[in-house]
């Protein structure tokens, strides 16, 4: 089964099996006549509205962002990278705050690197977005880069966090970025 497939069935069971059950619980507390029939279809049914809206969502997002092979790697929602630079803490902090995406996320610095959040917004759950910086040499940074829906149950992000990913990475290996969508 192919990774485009398996989100399709992976939404569809996520999110048809839930609503089957809670129409079947609403149900049971009213005195309506139960038909097994009837769950099963509108389980089938919702499951596979959801699944080919969510999940053609969540592609055309994706390759709106430059994305030519969709892979299982990139449909997760949780989306992490590793690269070396040049860059110290306090370079990457400067460029982040003149970034028109990252700016408007709260920025907070750790021992260990930088932590963005981003707020909730129509197209998103909101995302953490952790940024690892290890010194590798004097001059040398190892940046590991992990970014995540802030909702932990999120099946989809509409592309967000590959996105987040592939902006910083951008940002530290180039500098000089184009907005992305």
């Known amino acids: 089964m192919g990774p ?10 996520f999110t048809g099996i839930p609503f089957g059950l809670i129409s079947l619980g609403f149900d049971l507390l009213s005195e309506e006549s139960h038909f097994a029939i009837a769950y099963l279809f509108r389980t089938i049914f ?3 509205f959801m699944s080919l809206t969510l999940g053609t969502i969540q592609i055309s997002k994706l390759k709106s962002y430059g994305l030519k092979h969709i892979t299982s790697e990139n449909l997760r929602i ?3 990278t590793s690269l070396q630079s040049g860059l110290s803490k306090m370079d990457l902090i400067n460029k982040i705050k003149s970034d028109p995406v990252f700016q408007k996320m709260t920025l907070d610095e750790t021992e260990d690197g930088i932590v963005l ?5 129509f197209w998103s759950w909101g995302e953490i977005i952790r940024i690892n910086i290890q010194p590798l040499t004097l001059d040398l940074n190892e940046f ?4 995540s829906p802030k909702l932990k149950i999120a099946i989809i992000d509409n ?3 590959y996105q987040n990913v592939a902006r910083l990475k951008k940002l530290i290996e180039e500098g000089v970025i184009e907005f992305v969508k």
Not at 4 to 13: A, G, P, Q, R, V
Not at 117 to 121: D, E, F
Not at 144 to 147: A, M, P, Y
């Open 144 to 147: 590991k880069i992990v970014s």
């Open 46 to 48: 919702f499951g596979f």
């Open 117 to 121: 959040n981003a707020s909730m917004s």
């Open 78 to 80: 949780n989306q992490h």
């Open 159 to 161: 592309g967000k966090n």
């Open 4 to 13: 485009i497939l398996k989100l399709y069935f992976k939404i569809f069971l």
